[in-house]
Each structure stands twice: as structure tokens, then as C-alpha cells.
């Protein structure tokens, strides 16, 4: 049933109706989001203090140009890289797992569907508060857990220690954000047809086979997205991590917001922070792009099968 | 489906491990909330909390303005659902159904918008809301959180309208329904579980939100419960019981609401056919 | 369904009924007051009170404090003066004062307010640039060695034996000292760095245009800060606001620090038995905490909010500004016996401010943030990074040159 096209569709209508029903989304997204857009585009080849945004004298590529020099950018981007890809992997994987373990019918499902999204409704500053002191070197319930099971370390400074920074991060964005992709994914599994399962299920198919064959075809297509949305979110996450790390230590989970925050608004250099905005954004692009090409491949393919 | 016994006892288990991840962080806010400050640093962690001081939370509610913080907060979640949904729709709706010329622009155009940080909208915004007298007023935090949260919504509500068969909107039109019945009575109810999975989303964003909430608003009065929250954080030290019993405070709305959408996610299977 | 749709309507339009309220205008001029403070534990509640008194003994002006997020008072104020709104009134600190002076974005006060009136404190002279005011200081303070006489019976008066104490001190769960040390909390890092290096007689830059990161007494400075993480006597990692509850329960034996800590040391605890003595560096010289009372340079009511300032600068509200913060305010005001009894460390920490200096770089004042990054990205390379103070203070020296010839 899913597999009609609207493009093979006509529906008559009054052909302004599109464009009708797109308007009023058009002109919100324009004065809201596109012209803010387009001045950070302006601002990024100024040298612009934050206390005088309207003070815009021209530099050209300078700002770029610094950037790249000696603004660290390749660490940046590294961190950044890692960052996302751990995010989307586990953060949706985890959602994944959580979905289907809370689609089966059981004694109080609602209550622990309603439970999971915990982490969602927490406010940042709180689960930086309370993460941070798990995270405790002395005190943290973590080390204090680690030390109770005998491991070998249990004294960790996760969050001051270059290596274990990022890592702690992604422990606590993952945490905060999986119950999103498990929300989205639950109500797309909604969508799964009882009788493709209970074929399948005749059809003698273990557990494994009948999510390959009735349940991931419907639900692609969700999972799919919410990959590109985690993505693109995790690339401009910034509550947490300046919350709990502020970038540190020596730059060890300094990703491309922290950078563009602390060159806006520690050094008030809106041009700088401008033009790694637009860095970004173009990061931001080709991630879409590929993600475009690539489910329109698959869907290529799935459509041959 | 056929269970093993081996599946009967796992999943449970699977479920509890789940949930006691995803609630340790809040347990552990209200164990430090209850916590003596003189037993914060002991040896051995208490693992509960001490019920004796539970009257923190009064006292916090008394001295510090959490009530108001959560009805501002609550007023902004709110309205970005009501609008973010109200303003969904028909995009939605045009970009699974139309193939029209600037289409692909518009659904990219909703990508992009997704790319910007917050931190790089607030300055632009802030006078352009000036401009428009939309300054520290709780509308205008609505306004300023719908634009983000309209494009992922948007996107969702379309992928549900995809999975929609045509003859039952073909079937309608033969009864001479208008477009615009065809969509609010016929298409929205069968993407029930759908609609609510966007409202929960707009709903947590806006309550949530931070870097908005903080510049655009100056009165104390209109104050939300995130950037109340950060103020205790102060220069020298920090209450970590208030903290934490704000930090509760603000957290529980949020899931109760979430189970009241559940709620009608399960009317909305029970009513109408999803399941093509 | 057309009856969800007529909820959603209602919904829609008490919703919007509610968020567009519009306050109600006052009768007196409304003067916008914004400070980190007034959220703080303790503290927040009686300046309120303070700033209550002008409100109720007058009808013509009302000053209406909001607290800000500490952590982003800057943020928040600069975007919203930058945007041409903002606060009234705004309590600045350093380095935020000396950022927004070359924007234009502070009133002048020489006109607004008669300096001859008033007893102002030496670090006053800071608020004037190139002979304007831009400022009146609004409270500060020095740093100094609180230590807990149960643990430390008598101070050290020297590094050295400050080392041996702290190390004899850090055991069964207790620390001999702590300080910050992650860029989490940057501004704080810098601070207890600056105490470290202005007490082994290093300086920032030499005044004349020159900055100085890597002159052998800055070094030197840089090394002791890393003796002490060395020497395991801190608890790593632990942010200000935990060490700051461990000192007051007892499990931190000494803490170089200003004295709005011991303000809160005592409030929280009040039976803990500590004192106040000299940092125990080779210099006397140790930061200044100050902040800055300013009008905004947007601000609709300069002349209601410079009649607050007239206010709160008489003796008898100095007085009462001082009872409630704890520290040392903008004027030279007298103490009667049971308010010294009352606070005994202001007097050790009046001492301290006569050789205090500003945390700024003096020279480059608003790149000092972006010279606070360099500098502390290279300390922790030296703490954790294994990097020996020359060769890190030279790379900082080398970057932050690169960076204010922008």
C-alpha cells in the first residue's frame, strides 16, 4: 500500500491549491529563518562586534581566512564528525531497540512508554547539573558503581580528562535524546500491517525474519528521516556541551557550535561566528545531499525487489 | 507470534533495564534534592533519598517563583504546539499529495532551517522581533520556537500522509468533499498516532527551550521554567537541593503530558482504520 | 472530529489570550535593574530588599530587579543592548565593564552623578577611561587564604610550607586545598590562575602595550599552579560551587579565594570555625574582584535611574548594601564594632585590596577573553598535557600576539 507514488497521481483540484496550502509555512520560514539566514551570510565577511551588530565594516574572506589558519578548524571538524556519527548511531539505534520493545502488548505499557521520554522532558540544565555530579571524580555515583564492581578504574575525572570528555558527552546526549527517535518510531510502527506479520509468522519465520520482511519495509522510510534529523541536530547541539564541558579539555569535545558560541558571544565576534555558521552550514548540505542520494537509491532498489 | 519462555522472561527484563536507564538520572535528582548537604561527601553514596528532607520542596515553592516559571513554560509549550501542528498541516500535506514547481525547494528549504544553531538565529531575530514589537512577550517566544520546530513536524506529518492509500481520498472526492474536508476530515484522523508523536515533539521543544527563552524575554514575570532554572546557578555557589528539586519539578510535566497524548494515540488506533 | 477542532480553536485562543497579557503601566518612572545577584542563594533575597527601600521611601522612580543567568548575563544583555533594548541599569563585571566602554553602549556618568559627594574605595579609579566615567563600582573584593583552624591551626605564610600543610591535610576523604582547573569554568580558572601568577610577581602585560605571557615570573607562576595539581591535593575535577560546599563541611583544609566565599561560608555554615590570612605567595599583589554599576547607553530613563544611583550611593544605603552582599561596596564605609564582630573577614580582606589588581589584561582590556582561551587551553596543557610552563607560556605568548595584531 505504501508503495503508491503520489507522483503517479493525479488528483484534480484548483491548481493554486498547492501553492495555497504552502504559503503560510513559505512566508513564516522567510521572515523567521531565511532572513536571518541571509544577514548571518552578510555578516560573515564583516568584522562586527556584538554590541555594535549594525557596525559592519567589509573584510572579505578574512574571517575565513583566520579561521582556517589558526582557529583550530580541523580539530573542530573532527570533533564535530565524531561527535554526530556517535550520536546518530546510538541515539537511534538505542530508539530502535526501545520502540519495538515497547510495541508488544503488555501490563502497563502506557505508563512505561510515557516513563521513556524522561530523558526528552528533562530540562538541559538540570541533566548537566545531575550528570555532572555522576560524573564526579570522588563523589559520582559512576566511579562509586565502578569501584563497587571491582573494575579497575573507579576514580575517573570523565569529565576533565581528554579522552574520557567525549565519550562522557555522547553517554549524556544519547541518553537525553534517544527517546525522541523511540517516539517517532513507536508511532510509525503503528503503521506496521498485522496481517504481513502473522503471515510471516505462519510462515514459521523466527523473531529476527519477521522484522526484516514485515516490520523494517514499513518503518524505513521514518528511520530514514529521523537519521537525517539527528544528524542535522547533532551537528548544532550546544545546551549540554557548554553546559558540562564548555568545549574542554584542550578542545576535546570543542564542536562547531561551541566554536561559533564562543566566538560570538565570549569573544562578541560576530563575524567569526558568522562564517563558521556558514562552515556548518555547508557541512549541513552536503550531509543532506548524500543522505538524499542515498535513500533515493535504496528506495530504487527497494522498488526492483 | 510464538514466545519462548526464554523471550517471556527476557523481554520484562528488557523493559525494566530500559526504564531504570531512562529514570536513574531523575531518581538521582531527587535523591541529591533530599541529601543532606553534610552527607554529599560521604564514603559511601546514599542510594536513597532521606525522606526527612522532602520539606525542600516546599520551601521552594514558597520562596521561589517555580510555580509561575512552569505555568510560563507551559503556556510558550503550548502555544508551539497548537501553532507549529495549525501550520503543519497543509505543507504536509502538499508535499506528499502536489507535484508542483517549487516543491523540492520548499521541502528542502524546511532541511535547511534545521542546520542553523540557535545561537547564530538569536541576534538577527532579536531585532527583527524588535522591530516588530514582539520583544518580551510570551507570543513572541511561540513564534520564535514554531519556525524551528515547523520543518521537522512537517516532515513527519507528510511520511504518515504518504502511507495513506489515494482511493480513500479518491472515494471522497466522488462525494464531492473539498480538498480542504478531504484533509481535516478524512486524512487527519487516520494519521491520529501521528499527530500526536508532532504534538509531543513541539510540546517538549518548546518547553525546553533555552537560548530564546532567555534573550527575547527581560520581565521576571514572563520568565520561563529553563532559564529559571539556569539563574540558580549562581556566581559563587549553587543550591544543589533547590536545583535539583526545581529540576524534578520542571521534568514531570513534560511525561505527564506525554501520557495524556499517548491516551489518544490508543483512541485514535481504536477509531479508525491506520493499519492499511 | 469537529469537535477536536473545535478544542483545538479554543485552546488556540486561550492560549494566545494569555501569552499576549500586556502589563499594566505604573504611575512611577519603571528602571530596569539587572544583576546575576539577585538569584543567588541568600544574597539575591537582600539586595531585593535593599532595592526595596528606594522603592517604597519614594514615588516617583521604581527600580525592578531581574536576575539573569550568571553564566550568561553577558550573552544575554550585549545581544539585547546590541539590538538597541536592554536593562536600565546593569551590574557588569570586569571584564564585561571594559568590553562594552569602546562600543559606546554605557552612559557617561559624569554628569548624572557628583563624585565629590561620595567616599569612593581606591579600585574606583578603574571605572574612568580616557577621563569619562562609565561606571560606579558597585561591590568588591580581594582574595585571600581561608583556611579552617580545625585543620590548619596557623596559616602558612609561604609556599613552601603551604605545600607541606596541604599535603599533610589531604587524607581519609579531606583535601588540603582546591581550586579550578577545567575550562567548564573558564572565568573561575582564570581568576585562581591570576591569583598563581600576580603572586609570583608575574603580570599580564607590561602596561605599554606589551603583553608579557611568557616572562619568567608568569612561568614561574604557571608552575606552581601545576606543583599543586602534582601534588594530588585537589579534588580534580570538582566544579567551585561542589568545592566550595566541601569547604564548608569540612573537607577542604585551605582555599585562596574572594570575599563573597567567605560571605557564603559563613551563611551556609555558620559554627564552621575558619579565618582569614594573606595568600601565602612571594607577592602580595592577588586579583581584584570588582563589578560596575552602569546605565544603559539605550536606556529610555537616564535620569530616573541616575536618581537610584544618587540613592543608593548615600552612606546610610552603602551601609545597608554591604550588610547585604557580605563584601566591600563602591564607598569607604565605617564599621561599628558588632558589624566587624559580625563579618571578621573584611578587615583581612580591606587588607588584601590595597595591593589587589584588575583581572583584565591591562592595555587589552576586551581581547581579554580571547587571550583567557589561549592562555588557559595552554595551563591545562601543562597540567594534563604533560607540556613544560616555558614552552607552553611561549606558545600562548605566540598565539595571543598573532591574535590581538587582528
Known amino acids: 500500500m505504501a508503495d503508491l507514488r503520489p507522483s503517479e ?35 560573515s565577511f564583516t568584522s562586527t562586534d556584538l554590541l555594535r551588530p549594525d557596525d559592519n565594516p567589509f573584510v572579505g574572506l578574512d574571517n575565513y581566512a583566520f579561521l582556517f589558519e589558526a582557529g583550530d578548524l580541523h ?66 555515583i559512576f566511579n562509586h558503581g565502578l569501584r563497587a564492581l571491582s573494575l579497575p578504574f573507579g576514580a575517573e575525572n570523565w569529565l576533565d580528562n581528554p579522552l574520557l570528555a567525549l565519550p562522557a558527552i555522547l553517554f549524556t546526549t544519547v541518553w537525553q535524546i534517544f527517546p525522541f527517535s523511540s517516539v517517532v518510531i513507536l508511532a510509525a510502527l503503528q503503521g506496521v500491517p498485522h496481517e504481513l506479520r502473522e503471515a510471516a509468522a505462519i510462515d514459521g519465520a523466527d523473531r529476527f525474519n519477521i522484522f526484516k520482511i514485515a516490520v523494517w519495509p514499513t518503518i524505513q522510510p521514518t528511520v530514514f528521516m529521523l537519521v537525517l534529523f539527528v544528524t542535522i541536530w547533532s551537528l548544532r547541539r550546544f545546551d549540554l556541551i557548554w553546559l558540562m564541558t564548555q568545549g574542554g579539555p584542550i578542545g576535546a569535545t570543542n564542536t562547531m557550535v561551541i566554536e561559533l558560541y564562543r566566538q560570538g558571544f565570549v569573544y562578541r565576534d560576530l563575524g567569526s561566528a558568522a562564517a563558521i555558521g556558514m562552515i556548518g552550514l555547508t557541512v549541513a548540505l552536503v550531509v543532506t545531499v548524500i543522505y538524499f542520494k542515498v535513500t533515493l537509491a535504496a528506495e530504487r532498489a527497494q522498488g526492483k525487489r | 507470534m510464538t514466545a519462548s519462555p526464554i523471550s517471556h522472561t527476557l523481554r520484562p527484563l528488557a523493559v525494566l533495564a530500559l526504564l531504570g536507564i531512562a529514570a536513574f538520572p531523575i531518581y538521582w535528582m531527587v535523591v541529591t534534592s533530599m541529601t543532606p548537604s553534610s552527607e554529599l561527601f560521604a564514603e559511601r553514596p546514599n542510594l536513597l533519598p532521606s525522606l526527612g528532607q522532602i520539606s525542600i520542596y516546599g520551601e521552594v515553592f514558597r520562596t521561589i517563583p517555580v510555580a509561575r516559571w512552569l505555568w510560563n ?125 508532532a504534538a509531543v515533539i513541539s510540546f517538549f521543544h518548546g518547553w525546553n527551550e533555552y537560548v530564546f527563552a532567555q534573550t527575547l524575554i527581560s520581565s521576571e514575570q514572563l520568565r520561563t521554567a529553563s532559564v529559571g532554572l539556569a539563574s540558580f546557578v549562581g556566581e559563587l555557589s549553587t543550591p544543589i537541593h533547590a536545583v535539583m528539586a526545581v529540576g524534578v519539578m520542571y521534568t514531570l510535566p513534560a511525561v505527564i503530558f506525554y501520557l495524556f497524548a499517548q491516551r489518544y494515540v490508543v483512541a485514535g488506533m481504536t477509531a479508525g482504520s491506520v493499519k492499511g | 472530529m469537529k469537535k477536536v477542532i473545535r478544542g483545538i480553536m479554543l485552546a488556540t485562543t486561550t492560549v494566545l489570550a494569555t501569552a499576549g497579557y500586556v502589563s499594566a503601566t505604573f504611575a512611577k518612572d519603571k528602571v ?58 546593569i551590574r557588569f563585571d570586569q571584564t564585561d ?42 561591590d568588591t573584593t580581594g582574595y585571600a587564604l581561608l ?11 609561604d609556599f613552601e610550607t603551604f605545600l607541606k600543610d596541604a599535603k599533610a591535610q589531604t587524607k581519609e576523604g579531606t583535601f588540603g586545598y582546591a581550586y579550578r582547573a577545567t575550562m567548564a569554568e573558564r572565568a573561575g580558572f582564570w581568576q585562581d590562575v591570576t591569583n598563581f601568577v600576580y603572586g609570583f610577581k608575574g603580570r599580564w602585560s607590561d602596561g605599554k602595550g606589551k603583553l608579557t605571557l611568557n616572562s619568567p615570573d608568569v612561568v614561574a607562576g604557571i608552575a606552581a599552579y601545576k606543583a599543586v595539581y602534582d601534588a594530588e591535593i585537589i579534588p580534580k575535577g570538582a566544579d567551585a560551587a561542589t568545592y566550595r560546599r566541601m569547604f564548608w563541611e569540612g573537607k577542604i583544609a585551605m582555599n585562596v579565594d574572594n570575599g563573597g566565599v567567605a560571605a557564603i561560608f559563613n551563611q551556609n555554615a555558620p559554627d564552621l570555625p575558619f579565618k582569614v590570612a594573606p595568600s601565602p605567595f612571594p607577592d602580595k599583589a592577588q586579583g581584584l574582584i570588582m563589578t560596575a554599576l552602569v546605565i544603559n547607553a539605550n536606556s529610555k530613563q537616564p535620569k530616573a535611574a541616575a536618581k537610584f544611583l544618587n540613592w543608593a550611593y548615600a552612606p546610610a544605603n552603602q551601609s545597608a548594601l554591604l550588610q547585604a552582599m557580605g563584601t566591600n561596596v563602591g564607598t569607604d564605609v565605617p564599621l561599628t564594632p558588632e558589624q566587624t564582630a559580625a563579618r571578621p573577614w573584611l578587615a583581612a580582606y580591606a587588607k588584601a585590596m590595597e595591593n589587589a589588581l584588575p583581572q583584565v589584561v591591562q592595555g587589552f582590556e576586551d581581547k581579554t577573553p580571547e587571550i583567557q582561551q589561549i592562555v588557559l587551553e595552554q595551563v591545562l596543557q601543562v597540567l594534563q598535557g604533560g607540556a613544560s610552563p616555558q614552552q607552553a607560556m611561549d606558545k600562548a605568548q605566540a598565539l595571543a600576539e598573532r591574535r590581538v595584531r587582528r
Do not use: H
Open chain 1, 9 to 43: 497521481v493525479r488528483l484534480e483540484g484548483n491548481s493554486w491549491t498547492p501553492y495555497l496550502f504552502a504559503a503560510p509555512v513559505a512566508i513564516y520560514l522567510i521572515l523567521f529563518q531565511f532572513y536571518p539566514l541571509a544577514q548571518e551570510f552578510y555578516l
Open chain 1, 75 to 140: 580539530n573542530v571538524l573532527w570533533i564535530t564528525a565524531i561527535y554526530t556519527v556517535c550520536c546518530v548511531v546510538f541515539a537511534v539505534g538505542f530508539g530502535l531497540l526501545a520502540a519495538l520493545l515497547l510495541d508488544a502488548p503488555f501490563i502497563g505499557r502506557g505508563v512505561a512508554r510515557a516513563l521513556v521520554t524522561i530523558p526528552w522532558a528533562a530540562p538541559s540544565v538540570a541533566v548537566a547539573l545531575v550528570f555532572t555530579w555522576m560524573f564526579n571524580a570522588q563523589y559520582g
Open chain 2, 73 to 197: 513554560s507551559f503556556v510558550v509549550a503550548a502555544g508551539t504546539t497548537v501553532f507549529s501542528i495549525l501550520l503543519a498541516i497543509l505543507p504536509a500535506y502538499a508535499l506528499s499529495r502536489f507535484r508542483f514547481t517549487g516543491i523540492a525547494i520548499l521541502g528542502f528549504a524546511l532541511f535547511a532551517t534545521q542546520m542553523l544553531p540557535e545561537a547564530m538565529l538569536v541576534v538577527p531575530l532579536y531585532s527583527i522581533f524588535g522591530k516588530l514589537s514582539l520583544l518580551n512577550s510570551l507570543f513572541g517566544l511561540i513564534l520564535a520556537n514554531t519556525a524551528f520546530v515547523v520543518p521537522v513536524i512537517t516532515w513527519i506529518i507528510k511520511g504518515a500522509i504518504d502511507g495513506i492509500p489515494l482511493e480513500v481520498e479518491e472515494a471522497a472526492r466522488m462525494d464531492g468533499c473539498s480538498r480542504i474536508d478531504i484533509v481535516l476530515a478524512i486524512v487527519l484522523p487516520l494519521i491520529a498516532p501521528t499527530l500526536a508523536a
Open chain 3, 32 to 89: 530596569t535593574f539587572a544583576a546575576a545577584v539577585f538569584a543567588e542563594a541568600g544574597r539575591g533575597d537582600r539586595v531585593r530588599a535593599w532595592i526595596d527601600t528606594f522603592n517604597k521611601g519614594q514615588d516617583d522612580v521604581e527600580v525592578e530587579p531581574v536576575a539573569i543567568p550568571f553564566s550568561s548575563l553577558a550573552n544575554t544583555v550585549f545581544t539585547q543592548m546590541g539590538g538597541g533594548g536592554g536593562p536600565d541599569l
Open chain 3, 97 to 138: 565593564f571594559f568590553a562594552a566602554i569602546p562600543s559606546g553602549r554605557l552612559l557617561p556618568l559624569d554628569n548624572l552623578i557628583n563624585e565629590a559627594n561620595f567616599k569612593f574605595l581606591a579600585p574606583d579609579r578603574f571605572m574612568k577611561v580616557d577621563g569619562k566615567r562609565y561606571g560606579l563600582l558597585f
Open chain 3, 147 to 157: 583556611y579552617n583552624t580545625k585543620l590548619v591551626p596557623t596559616p602558612p605564610t
